[in-house]
């Protein structure tokens, strides 16, 4: 079977169609083994592969990334943070007000081959992006074959 | 303030049922706004999650607001999906605005996902104080 991979440097309407086949593909995989808390709960989370290791993305507009708190402990990945919304000025009142506000916390439990303590995370454009990679022994080796 | 931060329950992203008569391809999605009234302008606050300041198109035409959000695909260069809980696509939604807005002087940025929209009215759409004076 083909692994399928997405590639931004195709046209970007292609890009755009296979990344969105692929994410519906493996919506909520059911063979995906580790342990999330709370599925269906604040923020959804995405987790990806690749040679490198695991990529989780988190969609999470409007965060102070200063109240944003991941942790690693284990296996285990832990998100929490939390938006307030308070617009400044003298209001007459609202027309909409359907922005999510509150605090968060979920766990994701990732395979052994992980490390999560040298996860690295960073926060632009309302996504929040960790990478954590492949512990070292669940790294694929070259073995050299001796010639006798 | 803090004390009281309630748990944060998710939504369903909503997928735009028909962006006009437009050959748009792929899914589109409904960005969620918070819409406030001032006496000098309208602000509105839309949540678009993984678009950058250069991908956000607004425009103003006829009193119809349109908000239009280009998500960046970039980050999933190289990845394969392991498991999934939300899909990514572009952002579209209009708006017909009832109150006279000066186009010259609508400000956006872009912060954190959000789009941040300052809408001034037009002087004749100000709320006026008007004296009353005693016989």
Request: hydrophobic residues 35%; aromatic residues 8%; proline residues 6%.
């Amino acid at each position: 079977m083909a692994l399928l991979r997405f590639d931004s440097s195709l046209d970007p309407i292609d890009a755009m169609l296979s990344l969105q086949n692929e994410l519906a593909r493996f919506m909520r995989n059911p063979s995906f083994g580790s342990g999330l808390s709370g599925v269906g709960a604040y923020p959804p989370v995405n987790i990806f592969e690749s040679d490198e290791g695991a990529m989780v993305i988190i969609e999470a507009p409007g965060l102070d990334p200063s109240k944003l708190n991941i942790t690693g402990q284990g296996r285990t990945l832990t998100i929490a943070g939390e938006r307030s919304f308070s617009p400044n000025g003298h209001g007459r009142g609202y027309h909409r007000r359907e922005l999510n506000e509150g605090s968060f916390s979920r766990s994701i439990q990732l395979p052994e081959d992980y490390d999560v303590n040298r996860a690295e995370a960073r926060y632009e454009a309302g996504m929040l992006q960790i990478k954590v990679p492949r512990s070292e022994h669940a790294r694929p080796r070259q073995i050299a074959v001796q010639t006798v | 303030m803090a004390d009281e931060t309630k748990e944060m329950t998710p939504k369903e992203k909503q997928e735009v049922a028909k962006p006009q008569e437009q050959t748009r391809p792929g899914r589109y999605f409904v960005p969620d706004v918070n819409i406030y009234e001032f006496d000098e302008s309208l602000k509105l606050w839309a949540d678009m999650p993984g678009v950058r300041e250069k991908d956000v198109e607004v425009t103003l035409k006829d009193g119809v607001l349109t908000i239009h959000g280009r998500v960046a695909t970039e980050m999933y260069n190289g990845l394969r999906p392991i498991y999934t809980e939300y899909n990514v696509g572009n952002y579209y939604r209009e708006f017909a605005l009832h109150e006279s807005i000066d186009e010259s002087k609508i400000r956006a940025t872009m912060r954190n996902g959000v789009l941040e929209l300052e809408l001034p009215k037009r002087e004749e759409a100000k709320p006026r104080r008007i004296e009353v004076r005693a016989a």
